[in-house]
């Protein structure tokens, strides 16, 4: 059983169109982390949250922790083809460290 | 570099051969992670270094697989005996500090295991 549960699996919508991908776990986080990988490429982050309710907006990428933070959503209004990619969300495990543990990540395609 | 960088980006091995897998992290990073990422999944974590310590090697699936950083910089991802199951992203990721959660990671290493 994963950690963190991401859904849909795979999202193939069209340009303009909005959509939201969600993460969750039976656990609860001090906070968690949004990344896209693109092919071929390592993730890149897009946002940390760290506060139950918080919401975070990135153009037009809207993040929410849920108010019990175990789970989390990423809403992106008006896709455009260059939002196309693997978005991963992620926690850290601190133990004098900072590990990552990944979801199996949403691989979204927007099309033309 | 700016960034962190890996090579080779790709590599093809028949099963039974040993590869090493390099990672030039972001200069002045005291954290090194490698993780693997197979196909269809998240990436998973093998090991951390914090300068040229190994301080956790508890994602290492096997044996087989050894990483060093023995100046505390670049870090080399060893793997012998490659099997099947190897196939795989390596990715290595830096941070600046020890308790960072900002990690960095490289474009990866593509290991494909014939």
């Known amino acids: 059983t994963q950690l963190l549960e991401q859904s849909p699996q795979f999202l193939s919508i069209q340009e303009g169109e909005n959509l939201t991908v969600y993460c969750n776990s039976s656990s609860v986080f001090s906070s968690l982390q949004w990344y896209r990988q693109e092919p071929g490429e390592g993730p890149v982050l897009l946002v940390t949250?760290?506060?139950?309710?918080e919401v975070k907006k990135l153009k037009r990428l809207t993040f929410q922790f849920g108010d019990a933070r175990k789970d989390s959503s990423l809403h992106i209004t008006a896709a455009q083809t260059g939002d196309t990619g693997l978005y991963l969300c992620?926690?850290?495990?601190?133990?004098?460290?900072?590990?990552?543990?990944f979801g199996a990540g949403t691989r979204l395609a927007v099309h033309p | 570099g700016a960034g962190v960088s890996q090579s080779p980006r790709y590599k093809v091995a028949k099963r039974g051969q040993d590869v090493a897998l390099r990672c030039d992290p972001i200069?002045?990073?005291?954290?090194l992670f490698w993780y693997q990422q197979a196909l269809g999944q998240g990436p998973e974590f093998l090991t951390y270094?914090?300068?040229?310590?190994?301080?956790?090697k508890s994602g290492l699936p096997s044996d087989r697989f050894f990483a060093e950083r023995p100046e505390g910089s670049v870090s080399t991802l060893k793997i012998q005996r490659t099997q099947q199951e190897d196939s795989a992203v390596y990715l290595c990721a830096s941070s600046l500090v020890l308790s960072s959660g900002n990690q960095f990671f490289g474009p990866g290493t593509r290991l494909t295991v014939l």
């Open positions: 992620a926690v850290l495990v601190s133990g004098g460290y900072n590990k990552l543990i």
């Open positions: 949250v760290v506060t139950g309710g």
């Open positions: 200069s002045g990073h005291v954290s």
């Open positions: 270094f914090q300068n040229e310590a190994q301080l956790d």
